[in-house]
């Protein structure tokens, strides 16, 4: 069992930065990929970003070049720092996680098993 929290959002103006945080306790030394959605009023939940175990990360095409993810495997803990925000980055922002060993003994899955609670980050002038 992995609970996660995210921290960090709030308002910022456009072309500002913010860093984001998630927070693993529970059995994390399960945890294999992490990764941070987004989803905004009336749209579909977007991956921005996810970071294997040994460091290798991807981006949503919206968020590259502006947005860097980590991960300090020690203190069990994710981050997601925003650069250059735009207002189309205003979205409730969610910390989720894969499962290694669950997804490994459900058929080789590869699951987003855990979610945390999400983190508002309004972007506005």
């Known amino acids: 069992q992995v609970q996660l929290v995210e921290s960090g959002g709030g308002l910022v103006q456009p072309g500002g930065s913010l860093r984001l945080s998630c927070a693993a306790s529970?059995?994390?030394?399960?945890?294999?990929?992490m990764g941070w959605y987004r989803q905004a009023p009336g749209e579909q939940r977007e991956l921005v970003a996810d970071?294997?175990?040994?460091?290798?990360?991807k981006y949503a095409d919206s968020v590259k070049g502006r947005f860097t993810i980590s991960r300090d495997n020690a203190k069990n803990t994710g981050y997601l720092l925003l650069d250059s925000l735009k207002p189309e980055d205003t979205a409730i922002y969610y910390c989720?996680?894969?499962?290694?060993?669950?997804?490994?003994?459900?058929?080789?899955?590869?699951?987003?098993?855990?979610w945390g609670q999400g983190t508002q980050v309004t972007v506005s002038s």
């Open positions: 989720a996680a894969k499962d290694g060993w669950l997804n490994y003994y459900s058929d080789s899955t590869d699951d987003y098993n855990y």
């Open positions: 529970g059995s994390s030394f399960s945890i294999s990929t």
């Open positions: 970071i294997t175990r040994s460091g290798s990360a």
